[in-house]
């Protein structure tokens, strides 16, 4: 089984590269989902959210959003690391959870449609635009406040 699941994700999986190839066998258990099994991955990790909403991972995305808005609410710097933690080292558990429903949607694993897992496995342009303009909405306050000279933190706003 573990083999069939491979074998799809290295022929829909756009510019798998070798490494990557070995991470998802690592981690990948005979049903085709992931252990969670910290690996490493830097697009994760700087882009957290975003770079699961570029592979088509809305759930698992909106899941990393909502943890790190949580932790954001009682200690705003934490929302980035929780969010560039979670999307750095959890991607592949993600990403291969996001995968096995895919293809149990798509035909399954025996007779899998391979144009359906294509379509769901090809990245989303969109998502890097929302990724540009959502960190310059966030840079905004600090860009202003360099070319203006006042000041973010205040007796009243510590953070």
């Known amino acids: ?10 022929k829909i999986y756009p510019n798998l590269t070798l490494r990557d190839e070995k991470k998802f066998e690592e981690i990948m258990n005979d049903e085709g989902l992931g252990k969670c099994s910290p690996k490493f991955n ?40 929780v969010n560039s933690l979670i999307g750095g080292f959890c991607y592949y558990y993600l990403y291969l959870n996001k995968f096995s429903m895919d293809v149990d949607r798509c035909g399954g694993i025996n007779f899998p449609d391979m144009e359906c897992l294509k379509n769901k496995a090809k990245t989303n342009k969109w998502a890097v635009i929302l990724a540009v303009v959502l960190i310059l909405i966030l840079i905004w306050p600090v860009v202003y406040a360099v070319l203006t000279g006042h000041e973010l933190r205040t007796p009243q706003n510590p953070y």
């Open 42 to 81: 830097l697009w994760g990790f700087l882009f957290g959210c975003f770079y699961l909403l570029y592979r088509h991972a809305y759930i698992e995305a909106i899941a990393v959003l909502i943890v790190s808005l949580m932790v954001g609410y009682f200690y705003l710097p934490g929302m980035v690391v």
């Open 1 to 10: 089984m573990k083999e069939k699941y491979l074998n799809i994700l290295k």
